[in-house]
């Protein structure tokens, strides 16, 4: 059973972010599924440092489709992704020096933010772009 599934109440009907939001819950399911078979934390690290690259990755695309469209809220989105990517990016050190270990409760915070985000600051931008009021 995947940690998440995707959704069309998840979709901003932008076809590229939503692809990559796609991608980004097919690596939490896949970091899920190697914790929960009992694999490796060496294992568990390399998904999680895939779907930590790609989750920087998205955000760089996320916030180029924010300035090409003149977004007014860029400054509070943008926000959001650098409070996760420091979080993120210490964790991956954390995991890396061996002080702390890949944990379902890292996974389900994952999860928490990422539907948390779709779900607000990210719906609010797939309403602008498509003219609709949010």
């Given at each position: 059973m995947p940690l998440l599934t995707w959704n069309d109440a998840l979709a901003l009907s932008?076809?590229?972010i939503d692809?990559?939001?796609k991608q980004m819950v097919d690596l939490l399911?896949?970091?899920?599924?190697?914790?929960?078979?009992?694999?490796?934390?060496?294992t568990v690290g390399v998904i999680l440092a895939g779907l930590i690259d790609h989750t920087i990755s998205h955000f760089?695309?996320?916030?180029?489709?924010?300035?090409?469209?003149?977004y007014?809220?860029?400054?509070?989105?943008?926000?959001?992704?650098?409070?996760?990517?420091s979080r993120v990016l210490g964790l991956e050190r954390a995991f890396l020096a061996g002080q702390v270990q890949p944990?379902?409760?890292?996974?389900?915070?994952?999860?928490?933010?990422l539907l948390?985000?779709?779900?607000?600051?990210?719906?609010?931008?797939g309403a602008y772009l498509h003219g609709r009021p949010s």
């Open positions: 932008v076809e590229v692809e990559q939001h399911n896949q970091a899920y599924g190697a914790i929960t078979t009992g694999s490796s934390p060496e760089a695309t996320e916030e180029q489709v924010m300035e090409g469209a003149a007014p809220g860029l400054a509070i989105h943008k926000g959001e992704h650098e409070l996760l990517t944990t379902i409760d890292t996974l389900l915070f994952l999860k928490g933010w948390d985000h779709i779900e607000g600051h990210d719906m609010l931008l």
